[in-house]
């Protein structure tokens, strides 16, 4: 079941609080965060209901093994967290081993294995050893994720009444620099890495968090940029930022999933795919094939019979 959420912030503003209790939700009013701001516009405002504990009765949080390391990595680098556990095991594959990692998630803790810790040390080391190479090299112009910078928490009202959070890995002091901080199983390439990006929606999210930024005064147009770090040794990291073309076009759509988050959360409805159903059709490249097959230049025209002759 949903746990209850703890009321501590009545106010925008920045605000100190624990891990726990922005998790649950701080805010008197349901709260919108970045991740649901993502279902609504890239999903279904049905998938963020169904994702939101202060909405969802049934809600139950997903704890997956493969989070764990990228969470504790997080943790030790940005030096606040939920906290972790160690589990004296070499590997889940006994019986007590699987037990003692089902009551550290149900503590609220994140569970790690005693080898893990170590690896996620030796990456974080590695982690601020290239993180100081380039700000040696002027790439930076300074360390990110210093511990006053770290995990701070903001609240702001929209317009419209719907009260939004995020909680940011890091904020520079002079509020210049937006760091979102990401681990990496596969690559930490910049030019396959974008691709992922886009698709779970992250420069969508630090959209979400500079518009926050924005509408308390914090920061109007900071440079939001990613530090990317493979799980694997030599735990290389990568910087990739956003540029204003990208982040424009993501402004736009946090403004339509505030938008539809209002009007859903007043109407209590919560819509998922359309009833009426969708039709499936070519593509824009797939019809630019064909014109291109059949000699018929852009403006030309292709009859359904005459498609379904190509294909």
């Known amino acids: ?14 605000h100190s609080v624990s891990k726990k209790q922005y998790e649950l939700d701080p805010v008197p009013s349901v709260s919108l965060r970045a991740s649901l701001a993502w279902m609504m516009v890239n999903q279904t405002p049905a998938h963020a209901f169904w994702n939101c504990p202060r909405l ?8 997956k093994r493969h989070f764990d390391f990228g969470t504790a990595a997080h943790e030790m680098l940005l030096g606040k967290g939920r906290g972790y556990k160690i589990i004296k095991a070499p590997d889940y594959k006994t019986k007590a081993a699987q037990m003692a990692r089902r009551t550290v998630y149900a503590t609220g803790l994140t569970p790690l294995l005693e080898h893990e810790e170590k690896d996620i040390q030796a990456m974080v080391r ?8 380039m700000v040696d090299a002027g790439t930076l112009d300074a360390m990110p994720f210093q511990k006053n910078e770290t995990e701070r928490c903001i609240v702001w009202r ?30 930490a390439d910049p030019s396959q890495w974008q691709w992922k990006a886009r698709k779970l929606g992250y420069p969508f999210k630090a959209a979400f968090y500079c518009r926050g930024l924005s509408k308390l005064g914090i920061a109007h147009s900071p440079t939001a940029q990613f530090i990317v770090a493979e799980k ?3 735990y290389l990291v990568s910087l990739v930022r956003i540029d204003d073309e990208l982040m424009m076009k993501e402004m736009h759509r946090v403004t339509e999933a505030i938008r539809l988050w209002g009007r859903c959360l007043a109407s209590g409805r919560w819509p998922g795919y359309s009833i009426t159903g969708y039709e499936m059709t070519l593509s824009e490249r797939e019809r630019q094939a064909i014109y291109a097959s059949e000699g018929i230049g852009n403006n030309g025209h292709l009859s359904s019979d005459d498609i379904a002759a190509s294909l």
């Open 158 to 187: 929209e317009d419209n009444g719907v009260m939004c959070r995020s909680s940011l890995d890091g904020l520079d002091v002079a509020g210049e620099v937006l760091s979102e901080f990401k681990t990496e199983a596969e690559s």
């Open 56 to 63: 969802n009765p049934e809600y139950v949080r997903e704890e």
């Open 232 to 234: 694997k040794p030599p």
């Open 1 to 14: 079941m949903a746990q209850g959420a703890v009321t501590t912030i009545t106010e925008p503003g920045e």
């Open 126 to 133: 590695a982690i601020r050893r290239q993180l100081q190479d």
